[in-house]
């Protein structure tokens, strides 16, 4: 079955997140490839969206961040595009107040997981500020700090505007919070376009030189039971689970119940919902995990 790819467009307000995605629409034009962008605004007009080419399917996220306030209206925006649209990718520009994990888990519904593949997270960041970062309040630099840890690629714009020994600090300071994405110093968001072809979450186990302590990007997995399973045997499967993985949701059948229970589950918080529907059983994982092999064969335990 064909899936459609995911990016993620991060960075801070001011970073060159738009830039960056008319660069990518106009390579992906070329390569005549169908696409839909999603666009994110804090507030209740949109400010971007004149950056998108009228044939291109634009959705926008006015008056919230698509990681709180308006995760109800993101998922049936995104349904919506993969019932009207054979896509082969969405790009999704977030607010600059948005954190990378809120943002995965917004986009990944159990409705429609495993229609998607969430290929990369590519933040943008001012040169100049992230230099000045001290002086920011402590959350802003918090937050600056998350996007560079959970990307894929980071852009660093406004170099051209660093001493070649600022640009050399910058580099080595973001490779040392972030070793495995690729950093590129850049002006107006200029990248090789190659390396977007480079994104994929693989299984980072495939690769010998792997390494838990070294490769601890944000990474997902969809799970699709097949049967109910034992809620005791569930709950054990949840205690058992290393603190790398952040968020579960999705639907759960168990054998005492005619219909499953909507299961979330937040920093090892599990939270039960009853449904009065059948629903697809699709789990969703989020965490920074080097393979999810061995998640993956417990649950297959859970139902044998």
Not at 93 to 120: M, N, R, W
Request: charged share 20%; with cysteine; net charge negative.
């Amino acid at each position: 079955m064909k899936k459609a790819e995911v990016y993620i467009l991060s960075g801070f307000l001011g970073t060159g997140k738009t830039t960056l995605l008319k660069r990518i629409l106009q390579n992906e034009k070329v390569k005549g490839r169908n696409i839909a962008v999603m666009m994110n605004e804090l507030g209740d007009v949109s400010i971007d969206s004149n950056s998108v080419d009228s044939d291109v399917p634009l959705k926008e996220l006015l008056g919230g961040c698509i990681c709180c306030t308006i995760q109800d209206k993101l998922e049936s925006q995104i349904q919506g595009l993969l019932f009207d649209h054979d896509l082969d990718a969405i790009y999704i520009e977030t607010t600059g107040a948005a954190h990378p994990v809120e943002v995965l888990d917004a986009v990944l519904s159990p409705l429609f997981a495993d229609k998607l593949v969430i290929k990369g997270i590519i933040t943008t960041v001012d040169g100049q500020q992230w230099m000045n970062r001290q002086s920011l309040n402590p959350q802003v630099h918090q937050l600056l700090l998350e996007q560079v840890k959970h990307a894929d690629i980071i852009i660093v714009n406004k170099s051209d505007l660093l001493t070649e020994s600022e640009q050399a600090a910058i580099s080595m300071n973001l490779q040392g919070i972030n070793p495995t994405a690729r950093c590129i110093l850049s002006s107006f968001s200029k990248m090789p376009m190659k390396l977007m072809e480079g994104l994929a979450y693989k299984k980072k186990a495939d690769s010998a030189v792997a390494h838990v302590k070294s490769d601890l990007r944000l990474s997902t997995f969809v799970y699709r039971f097949q049967s109910a399973i034992s809620q005791k045997t569930f709950e054990e499967f949840l205690r058992s689970l290393p603190d790398t993985i952040f968020r579960i949701k999705g639907y759960v059948l168990f054998d005492h119940s005619p219909y499953p229970d909507l299961f979330q589950y937040s920093y090892g918080m599990p939270l039960f919902m009853k449904e009065y529907l059948k629903m697809p059983l699709n789990l969703v994982f989020i965490g920074q995990v080097t393979d999810w092999t061995n998640i993956e064969e417990q649950l297959m335990d859970l139902e044998r």
